[in-house]
């Protein structure tokens, strides 16, 4: 009797609001302890598994497989900059804000930071909870034009990496504080 109602419970756990909810909290510690670079290595394997699923599962090109790779993954891509350039022009230790506005920035830049985060890792937990439905899914047009959406988060992923690169002359710090905020928000172990 125990067995069967634990089965049950496994079975289903994603329907209980409990599991829901805890998953949830768990996320928004995880996007809230973890720096960029963690986040980073979830995209990279992320997309590692969309490697082995176009190419392995599905037997596409290679062309076709890093078009299909490259598609799903841009939108995780964006945010995790997006949250790294966020990082990067509001970081506190710059006073960049006048006392007045120091509460709101630091709260803006908390929200905005944790949503990418937390966004990046929702995307990747559904594909670990159905790893095998995922592998078996595959874009439908993948050899057609990118759709508008995808074309949008492209663009801004550009402009993004030009305003990551271009930090320390926009904002006028040297070299070492910018690589050093970089280190800080992009290595790994680094917590």
Sequence with gaps: ?????????????????????????????????LNFGAFG???VAHM??????YREVHGYSWSITMRGVVRE???DMTLLIMGLVITIFMDPSLHLVTAAMHAN??????????????????????????PYKHLRMTKTAL?????FGERSFAALFILLIVLLIAAPWVMSFSDHVYQELLLRAVVPWRI
Aim: aromatic share 8%; no cysteine; charged share 15%.
């Design 1 to 33: 009797m125990h067995s069967a109602l634990l089965r049950t419970i496994v079975a289903d756990h994603d329907d209980i609001p409990a599991f829901k909810a805890s998953f949830f909290v768990l996320s928004l510690l995880s996007a809230a302890l």
């Design 41 to 43: 290595l979830l995209i």
């Design 48 to 53: 590692g598994l969309d490697i082995v699923k």
């Design 73 to 75: 993954s841009i939108m």
């Design 105 to 130: 920035s630091v709260f803006l830049r908390a929200v905005a930071i944790t949503l990418s985060k937390v966004i990046v890792l929702m995307r990747f937990a559904t594909v670990l909870v159905h």
């Design 143 to 147: 050899r057609k034009e990118w759709l």
